[in-house]
């Protein structure tokens, strides 16, 4: 690891200040992308603003009917927060099964959407849910927040402060973890919620994306039934000794009947 | 540089280190506690696992600095005056172990399992293993262990 | 029977300094003073290495010192050399190009040693090496052992990139076999390749005392006397007596840490150089790209039935994947310990194996646990299931019909080796009892009713541990003697030191031999020690692989108890005024027959170290040495039967049961021989369903070269192993046992590929993916409707 200079500020304000100090500094939230991808050597900050000083960034708080959560909530306290389990439980289940328990004790919501990890669960579930990323400058809608691979909707040096989940009527998660990394090589949320049907993937191709076709099937019939027969097309999905295109399309629609079939 | 403090075992320390200063150097290197092992570098083996303020976490993934002020606990101080923890004795009577290595961020990780579920599955205790891998002993009877100790722990 | 004794499972002596982080692994020793070395690799498969500018590193900050292998070839360094000679089939030795520890003139495999970077921290070591400027010219990377023969030359020694091409066994047998044969069945198989994966990176620590002259060296080693050997016979040219190699705790090895690498090497010439303590430690990056490979075979093999379904001959022809260079033990994992076994448990009467050796662009291939063996039981248990299938007869009742009968032994194979014992067929009982055979046909239809698909697989392997006797390997071509040495050291005051040549990296010697040498002596278990791993204090040994530890290793523990026993009775016999031939040894007692005088062992220790009533003639002190090296090998076999259910929807497998049946002979700890099973079983279904090293073929680029990538089995990936035994005890050593550290990394691989292909009625390669087992699966729902 190349050496930085660190810093851990108390607030929002002050941690912003910090990062805009230099072109190459980085926010740390949980570390489990950054620390890694820099003890390789891959990654060279050359300051690392520390977030886990900054007390008004952690918790989950009903609001307006919607759940925040704070951007600094690890999976851990997602998965385990009576107010996500008994309003979103697909969310918590989700939260519960990404990575290995460690990771979930130090990794972050907003870690993990600003990253943009194209195997990354929670993608899936800001997608599915419709959800509304809050940051220090402004609300993204979950629609316009996942651009690319590893690319996002935040501007240089933007933080991401919570995230506003909508309740769902219904919603569900199944992912096919990858043999080796256990990312998920194709997972699919799928959710009734503020009267539309949503059906979001992650995984499967460079970036989180909706499924219209099978959204508008479920819309009609919320069954597993409904989704037989609705191929999702290889092109532009990842492919790798994993799993090829074909193989992650065809999981597209597995996954998505048993996330339905697990609400019934 | 900077410094550093924390509790290790129940005792503070404080030290001076370089900001890139993993948990698991400051541990191995500053504190001469060689248990907490390095077994890879993409955080998945679990042989580092150490608890920070009680939840475990791998010693490789943080910087020592993210723990200023906390209260760690190594495998080193998981026996109290010498005589095992019901989990480090459930390990050594179901040879949860062989060559050592992972034994212990196991030990580690199972601590934190039953604090969370005091009662697991044979399932439930594979599945939260999945941040710990070993090599020798098919880990079979690393749940055997494990679901001794909760079994004792529990009475 | 103590519950300490013989049998009984006695709990490991060495788990409460692991348990409570007090073992003492290479990487947690530091030495005053110490500099840390990093090793600047290749980036590319193959290529000429023009120029190495190393100024600008040498400058930077904290550098000690910057070495090519011109620094080492100036020196006289020399080659890492391979400890085994095949000869081929033509009558020569086979092609063995040099191995220097840095690279001299080319680049042959990414992550080769290009140059070594020692520094006063880690992190000035590894941003030097990003300083060193290396002029590569490139050459076309050899990946595929397929197309091996016609590509870019790797060695200027080997034409073809054929290091060897060896046979074995009558081939104009076999061709008349096949000839008479009623049904042939023909497979071609891939051993997929391996990363052997010790969760204990590979370490290295070198030590050079300027005031003697001398070295120590400790090291992450299955063999430290071994490794000592080629340090200093081969490689630097040293008496072995300025020479100590260390290998403290060991975290696990499987084979990869029996070899002689490059870093251990350098850091010991080195510590020279720079007149201080070298420490390296591989990052898990580097034991990816760098340990011995294992496996990485290609074969296809036929085997000949006559009509009722008897095996009348079997032929096999095998690409062995070699690496870019030659390991220690790599010439002889894919021909004497493969092509030796294809006999099985069988009495096929003909067999002809060839295998050809390749070089490639990839890291060296060497024994990984099973060494061969894996690979041979893979081809004789894959090929009996096809010719079940293909005679529509029972797995099982096919293996019985041609088993080795009890009355057979000892049985000669047509592959060279003399199998001393067996009993098979209550070994296959036992297992299918266990798993309850007969109604399998009900637990399948339960499961397709789920709209799954359900197989059931079997492997009866066979196995040859403690490789011996030296005579023999050495006529082979083994550059080694493949004995064991012990000594047993009486204490004055009646404890027991022990210091054995084999080395304990997890299978729990200090506990097992202790267990033997109570029981031989008699004396409390607690007052036994066992030392091991360091030849500064033991005797010359051979170390652990094979399986050989307490076959080979226990029989020379037992031999020198015996001369204990001996030189005490004589003790005794003075002490009690009777013939050394009238006193009887039993429980730790020295006793006159017929008689009610006796003396207890620790007074005989004593009397011994105390000689002041002593018999005339008898030298003081009761410490005795032995060298045991067997008559043949030993022969383990069982029976694995594996049963899993695929889910068609996603190619996912599940192992629904497992058992094994295990004969390892005679059982010292039960509890530590079923671990060492469910660790191997695990390792062999890692390779079957999981693990698989993968190159890019183009550019040689190891694709799996972290976790992230390269499958490592975790908890949940296992079911429940149900493990069972059989006993027939080994003729031919002291102690009756056999060896069982490898036996379930050989037997699961097969047992699980036959229960896939017989879920799939398709054959499929390692590992069984769950993309490869989906499409199959589809193809067979879609054949279905149809």
């Known amino acids: 690891m190349y050496n930085f200079d660190y810093h851990r500020p108390n607030s929002v304000d002050d941690a912003v200040r910090a990062r805009g100090g230099s072109e190459d500094a980085t926010f740390l939230a949980g570390g489990m992308t950054l620390l890694p991808t820099m003890k390789q050597r891959l990654a060279s900050p050359s300051d690392i603003v520390d977030l886990s000083a900054i007390q008004d960034m952690t918790g989950v708080c009903e609001d307006d009917g919607r759940l925040a959560i704070g951007a600094m909530t690890t999976h851990a306290s997602v998965a385990s927060d009576p107010l996500v389990n008994q309003k979103i439980p697909a969310l918590a289940k989700l939260a519960g099964g990404i990575g290995d328990p460690q990771v979930r004790n130090r990794g972050t919501l907003g870690g993990s959407i600003a990253n943009a990890d194209p195997s990354a669960d929670y993608p899936a579930a800001v997608l599915g849910l419709g959800a509304t990323v809050k940051t220090n400058k402004r609300e993204i809608s979950g629609d316009d927040f996942f651009v690319d691979m590893f690319e996002t909707a935040l501007e240089e040096g933007e933080l991401i402060l919570s995230v506003n989940f909508p309740v769902p009527d219904k919603a569900a998660y199944a992912k096919f973890p990858n043999p080796a990394s256990r990312y998920a090589m194709v997972g699919v949320f799928v959710a009734q919620v503020g009267g539309e049907t949503r059906v979001a993937v992650t995984g499967a191709a460079p970036s989180a994306f909706r499924v219209s076709e099978m959204e508008a099937a479920l819309s009609n019939s919320f069954s597993a039934d409904a989704l037989r027969g609705i191929n999702i097309p290889a092109d532009g999905m990842n492919s790798d000794l994993h799993g090829s295109a074909e193989y992650r399309a065809h999981l597209v629609n597995v996954m998505a009947r048993r996330a339905v079939e697990s609400l019934s | ?155 | 029977m103590p519950d300490t004794g013989i049998g009984a499972s006695v709990k490991r002596k060495e788990d409460y300094r692991f348990l409570t982080g007090k073992g003492h692994y290479t990487d947690d020793i530091n030495k005053a003073g110490q500099v840390y070395a990093c090793f600047l690799r290749s980036p590319v498969a193959h290529a000429k290495v023009t120029s190495i500018n190393a100024e600008e590193a040498r400058k930077a900050d904290g550098v000690v010192a910057v070495f090519t292998g011109q620094d080492m070839a100036d020196d006289g360094v020399g080659s890492l050399p391979c400890g085994w000679v095949v000869t081929d089939r033509h009558g020569d030795p086979h092609k063995a190009p040099p191995h220097y520890p840095l690279v001299r003139d080319k680049v042959r495999y990414v992550g080769d040693q290009v140059a070594m970077v020692i520094a006063e921290s880690l992190s000035q070591a590894r941003e030097a090496a990003d300083m060193i400027e290396v002029d590569y010219e490139e050459l076309d990377p050899v990946i595929d052992m397929k197309s091996a023969e016609n590509a870019e030359l790797i060695h200027e020694e080997a034409p073809g990139n054929l290091c060897f091409d060896w046979e074995l066994g009558d081939k104009s047998a076999v061709d008349e076999a096949f000839s008479k044969a009623d049904r042939v069945a023909q497979l071609d198989l891939v051993n997929n390749r391996l990363i052997p994966n010790a969760m204990e990176p590979r370490a290295a620590i070198g030590e050079y005392d300027s005031g003697t002259d001398s070295y120590t060296v400790y090291s992450t080693s299955q063999n430290p006397h071994l490794l000592r050997l080629i340090l200093c016979a081969f490689v630097l040219n040293l008496p072995e007596t300025k020479v100590r190699v260390v290998a403290p705790d060991v975290g696990g090895g499987f084979g990869s840490k029996i070899f002689a690498y490059a870093e251990e090497t350098a850091c010991t010439w080195a510590a020279r150089k720079v007149g201080r303590p070298v420490k390296w430690t591989a990052e898990r990056a580097e034991s990816f790209l760098t340990d011995a490979h294992g496996r990485d075979h290609i074969t296809h093999v036929e085997l000949a039935l006559d009509a009722g379904g008897k095996f009348l001959g079997l032929k096999v022809d095998t690409k062995a994947n070699l690496g870019a260079y030659l390991s220690s033990f790599s010439t002889c994992v894919p021909t004497y310990l493969y092509a030796t076994l294809l006999a099985g448990q069988y009495t096929t009467p003909a067999i002809h194996c060839n295998v050809k050796g390749m070089f490639t662009n990839t890291a060296p291939v060497d024994a990984y646990r099973g060494a061969g063996r894996p690979e041979a039981t893979y081809v004789v248990e894959r090929i009996v299931e096809v010719a079940a299938r293909e005679l529509d007869m029972d797995p099982a009742e096919l293996r019985r019909k041609n088993f080795i009968q009890p009355d057979q032994f000892p049985y000669q194979t047509p592959v060279a080796l003399n199998y001393d014992t067996g009993d098979y067929e209550p070994t296959l009982d036992k297992a299918l009892q266990m798993i309850d055979y007969t109604s399998f046909s009900q637990r399948r239809a339960e499961s397709e009713r789920n709209g799954k698909l359900r197989g059931i697989g079997f492997s009866a392997y066979i196995e040859a541990c403690g490789l011996a006797p030296s005579a023999v390997v050495g006529s082979l071509g083994a550059g080694v003697g493949l004995w064991e040495s012990a000594q047993v050291r009486f204490n004055a005051t009646g404890t027991v030191s022990v210091f054995t040549g084999s080395h304990s990296h997890g299978q729990g010697h200090e506990t097992t031999f202790s267990q033997l040498v109570a029981d031989k002596l008699g004396i409390p278990y607690e007052n036994v020690e066992i030392v091991h791993g360091d030849t500064g204090q033991i005797p010359m040994g051979m170390g652990t692989y094979g399986s050989r530890s307490l076959a080979v290793g226990g029989s020379a523990i037992s031999k020198a108890c015996d001369k204990v026993i001996e030189k005490g009775r004589k003790i005794a016999a003075h002490l009690m005024e009777a013939s050394p031939e009238d006193v009887e040894f039993k429980d730790g007692h020295f006793t006159v027959s017929g008689t009610d005088k006796s003396k207890a062992m620790a007074e005989i220790a004593f009397t011994a170290y105390v000689p002041h009533n002593y018999p005339e003639g008898v030298e003081p002190g009761l410490d005795e040495t032995a060298f045991y090296d067997p008559l043949n090998f030993t022969y383990p076999a069982g029976v694995h039967i594996a049963e899993v259910e695929i889910d068609p929807d996603t190619g996912m497998t599940e192992i629904k049961d497992w058992v094994a049946v295990d004969d390892f002979g005679r059982i010292l700890n039960p509890m530590i021989v079923e671990g060492q099973v469910h660790g191997g079983i695990a390792q062999g279904v890692g390779q079957a369903l999981y693990e698989n090293c993968v190159y890019d073929s183009d550019s040689g680029q190891l694709i799996t070269g972290s976790y992230m990538d390269y499958c490592m089995p975790r908890a949940d990936n296992f079911p429940t192993f149900r493990v069972g035994m059989t006993t027939s005890e080994c003729t031919h050593n002291p102690l009756g046992v056999k060896g069982c550290g490898e036996a379930g990394a050989i037997a699961a691989p097969a047992a699980l590929m036959n229960a896939i292909t017989d879920a799939l009625d398709q054959e499929i390669d390692m590992p069984a993916s769950p993309e490869k087992v989906w499409r199959i699966a589809q193809a067979k729902i879609k054949q279905a409707a149809e």
């Open chain 2, 1 to 155: 540089m900077l410094t550093v403090s924390m509790t290790v075992n129940g005792k503070e320390v404080t030290k001076t280190v370089d900001p890139r200063t993993l948990l698991v150097t400051f541990l191995r290197e500053h504190l001469n506690l060689t248990g907490t092992h390095v077994g890879c570098d993409t955080s998945q083996c679990g042989a580092c696992v150490v608890h920070v303020n009680g939840q475990s976490a791998k010693a490789c993934t943080m910087l020592a600095a993210q723990v200023e002020g906390a209260d760690v606990t190594t495998i080193e101080g998981v026996a109290k005056n010498g005589d095992l923890h019901p989990m480090q004795a459930a390990f050594k009577e179901h040879h949860g172990l062989q060559c050592g290595y992972c034994t212990p961020g196991m030990v580690m990780s199972a601590l934190d399992l039953l604090k969370h579920n005091p009662d697991p599955s044979d399932e439930e205790v594979r599945h939260w293993l999945e941040g710990n891998i070993c090599r020798c002993t098919g880990y079979q009877n690393i749940v055997k262990a494990i679901q001794s100790a909760a079994q004792e722990m529990r009475s």
